[in-house]
């Protein structure tokens, strides 16, 4: 691909992850939530965040018009928080809602108040800043064709995960844009008969 070179894009804080978790052990359970569970309503205040075992969560916001519109989709290893609505104490923009199936850790996050959670805090609002700008020069630089190969290259488990649609509203395109995008790759072929 002949784009400049970006940030990693997401789910790629393992160590950080594993850190948190192991400073969570014994304190919180594990919980599966099914496909579809919202988690916070757009529109709510914020009290926990969902450090992610297992499964997908998306960050949406509904329109007005019905429409939906994809902030976010988070993964295995990070930390599902809406950082903006949680630093300024202001209503949630979006819905937090279970993707596919998940086990998560549910953490309050007054929690990430304590004295002996700064340094976590401080990880995860670096780790957040770095991932908004990949994420802000992954868009911007890139056309939606290169876009969706940079995630053929590096996110496969994304792209096995993700329904079309999904991947469409992430990369900010029609679900027909895509699917233009995917012929040209000849990742799908055109039954003409």
């Not at 804080?13 to 850190?19: E, G, N, V």
Request: one cysteine or more.
């Amino acid at each position: 691909m002949n784009t400049p070179k970006i940030l990693e894009l997401g789910d790629s804080y393992h160590q950080l992850a594993s850190l948190f978790e192991k400073k969570l052990a014994g304190q919180f359970d594990i919980k599966t939530y099914a496909k579809g569970e919202v988690l916070l309503q757009q529109g709510e205040t914020q009290q926990v965040g969902f450090l992610i075992l297992s499964g997908v969560l998306g960050a949406l916001h509904a329109s007005a018009d019905g429409g939906q519109k994809c902030k976010e989709f988070y993964f295995k290893d990070e930390f599902a928080l809406l950082y903006g609505n949680w630093l300024t104490h202001s209503p949630a923009l979006y819905q937090l809602k279970v993707i596919r199936k998940a086990n998560l850790i549910k953490v309050p996050l007054t929690l990430l108040e304590s004295t002996d959670w700064q340094p976590i805090k401080q990880q995860l609002i670096t780790q957040q800043l770095l991932f908004k700008e990949a994420k802000e020069a992954f868009l911007l630089l890139n056309t939606p064709e290169q876009r969706y190969q940079y995630l053929l290259d590096n996110k496969p488990h994304w792209l096995e995960t993700l329904s079309l649609n999904e991947v469409a509203m992430y990369l900010g395109v029609s679900a027909i844009s895509l699917s233009r995008i995917r012929r040209r790759l000849n990742l799908i072929t055109v039954n003409l008969s």
